[in-house]
């Protein structure tokens, strides 16, 4: 996500304000419902379900310092108490996450890196799927969005051999949580989304 660096932005502030920053487990209550979106970008989508479920528990995880204070200027000005904001490389998420206690993860239009030297890095490789199904719950989801037609098909053949799918859709219509990407995007082309459920890979 492009943003250019902000002179006053740096790691005492955004503690300051309560955006965790170093690797370490969370205490997470373990009665709520919990969603995680990895790779926030500014936090449109997730402040927005921060704001009409204020009984569950968001967590939004972003690695770029400057594009995640722009999601905790709208946590500061919506007033979310349920919204927890990582400055964190998804990497470490067994580290954040020590038990199973998530019930969704959103993945919204993730970095595509379509070099096949650099797939690897993509948030929904099966290095990271492995990841998900630690933090995971049972019964619980997985949702990937993106307008990058070679990264979803790609991706449904890596998420397949972890979740089963249980929604697979190209052409996805608009709706009232929409991230900064997908709101530009839109006008160019289809919108994919698949969601799949958790399955217990040994
Ligand atoms: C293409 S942007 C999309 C942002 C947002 N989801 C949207 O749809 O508007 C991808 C975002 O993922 C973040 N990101 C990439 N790799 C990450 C990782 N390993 N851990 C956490 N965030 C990551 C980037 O910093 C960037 O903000």
Same mark, same amino acid.
């Given at each position: ?8 932005? %740096? ?13 370490? =487990?969370?205490?997470? =209550?373990?009665?709520? !419902? ?5 790779? $926030? ?5 997730? !402040?927005?379900? #921060? ?5 569950? @528990? ?5 690695? %770029? ?16 108490? %349920?919204?927890?904001?990582?400055? #964190?490389? #998804?990497?470490? @998420?067994?580290?954040? /996450? $020590? ?10 239009? $993730? &970095?595509?890196?379509?070099? !096949? ?9 099966? !290095?990271?799927?492995? @990841? ?7 019964? *619980? ?8 037609? &070679?990264? /979803?098909? &790609? *991706? ?14 190209? &052409?996805?219509? =608009? $709706? ?10 839109? =006008? ?15």
């Amino acid at each position: 996500m492009r943003q250019k660096r902000l002179k006053y932005v %740096n790691i005492e502030l955004l503690e300051k304000h309560g955006v965790i920053t170093k690797v370490e =487990p969370l205490d997470l =209550p373990v009665d709520k !419902t919990i969603y995680l979106e990895i790779g $926030s970008g500014k936090g449109q989508f997730i !402040t927005s379900l #921060a704001k009409d479920h204020p009984d569950d @528990l968001f967590i939004a995880m972003e690695v %770029n310092l400057y594009v995640i204070y722009r999601i905790l200027e709208k946590k500061m000005e919506m007033k979310l108490d %349920n919204l927890i904001i990582l400055l #964190a490389d #998804a990497k470490y @998420l067994e580290t954040y /996450f $020590s038990k199973s206690l998530i019930d969704h993860i959103y993945l919204n239009f $993730s &970095d595509p890196w379509p070099k !096949t030297k650099h797939h690897k890095r993509r948030l929904t490789y099966p !290095t990271f799927l492995k @990841l998900y199904q630690k933090i995971l719950k049972k019964g *619980s989801l997985l949702q990937f969005r993106t307008d990058h037609k &070679d990264l /979803f098909i &790609d *991706s449904v053949e890596y998420i397949k051999d972890y979740f089963d799918i249980i929604e697979q859709t190209e &052409d996805l219509a =608009p $709706s009232a949580y929409m991230t900064e990407y997908e709101v530009k995007k839109r =006008p160019l082309g289809p919108i994919y989304q698949l969601i799949g459920e958790f399955k217990d890979v040994k």
